[in-house]
């Protein structure tokens, strides 16, 4: 049974720093890509980021390209989400998802999904 899970969320103020971490388990975790998602109270989800199976990152949007780092431990079975200079605006949970593929991009399709961690960023 394909399981992932999310931790390391919580309260942080502006400017600071979190690392969220994606634990995996019930597939073979190396041949996949793994994205990031994030969803803000009364909005849509949105992809924040992904990294391929051979360990390849891609990232949305500017704003989070020199902030956020996508990294991934194959022994571990484990993705995790640099977060740094944190804002107000990035406040949301955070979802990890399994890619169908070993690519994982915005617009890959995703088969698996976490339940989520929450990020709060204090102005």
């Known amino acids: 049974q394909v399981q992932l899970v999310e931790s390391g969320g919580g309260l942080v103020q502006t400017g600071g720093s979190l690392r969220l971490s994606c634990a995996a388990s019930?597939?073979?975790?190396?041949?996949?890509?793994i994205g990031w998602y994030r969803q803000a109270a009364g909005k849509e989800r949105e992809f924040v980021g992904g990294?391929?199976?051979?360990?390849?990152?891609?990232y949305s949007t500017d704003s989070e390209t020199g902030r956020f780092t996508i990294s991934r431990d194959n022994a571990k079975n484990t993705v995790h989400l640099q977060m740094n200079s944190l804002k107000p605006e990035d406040t949301a949970v955070y979802f990890c998802?399994?890619?169908?593929?070993?690519?994982?991009?915005?617009?890959?399709?995703?088969?698996?999904w976490g339940q989520g961690t929450q990020v709060t960023v204090s102005s």
């Open positions: 990294i391929s199976r051979d360990g390849i990152p891609t």
């Open positions: 998802a399994k890619s169908a593929g070993y690519l994982a991009a915005v617009y890959t399709y995703y088969d698996a």
């Open positions: 019930g597939f073979t975790f190396g041949a996949y890509g």
